[in-house]
């Protein structure tokens, strides 16, 4: 069983940046998937990127290609997800997931972290 914890969220004014963490315990994640999905108040969960085991392929939501860049570090079990000019509509819980799969535009994962929040403003 695999055990992901993010971190890196916070509050950011518009036009600004984060990075997100996810470090993977329990076991080697290095051949699984990984991804990130939002979930803003009052709204359904949104896919927002993944990422190969390998990090040979990376997909992601329209709205997020070129702000967004995730990557991975399979010697840290780490994923990370970096975030350029925010926008207030990013504002939202970022989950962390694995394993599973990415099909349809969207990312399909086996288990998940608890959730960061990240809260840009106007």
């Known amino acids: 069983q695999v055990q992901l914890v993010e971190s890196g969220g916070g509050l950011v004014q518009t036009g600004g940046s984060l990075r997100l963490s996810c470090v993977a315990s329990g076991r080697t994640f290095s051949s699984d998937a990984m991804g990130w999905i939002r979930q803003a108040p009052g709204k359904e969960r949104e896919f927002v990127a993944a990422?190969?085991?390998?990090?040979?392929?990376?997909y992601y939501a329209d709205s997020m290609k070129g702000r967004f860049t995730i990557s991975r570090d399979n010697a840290k079990n780490t994923v990370y997800l970096q975030m350029n000019s925010l926008k207030p509509e990013d504002t939202a819980v970022y989950y962390c997931?694995?394993?599973?799969?990415?099909?349809?535009?969207?990312?399909?994962?086996?288990?998940w972290g608890q959730g960061t929040q990240v809260t840009v403003s106007s």
């Open positions: 997931g694995g394993g599973g799969y990415y099909s349809g535009s969207y990312y399909y994962p086996n288990y």
């Open positions: 990422i190969s085991w390998s990090g040979s392929s990376t």
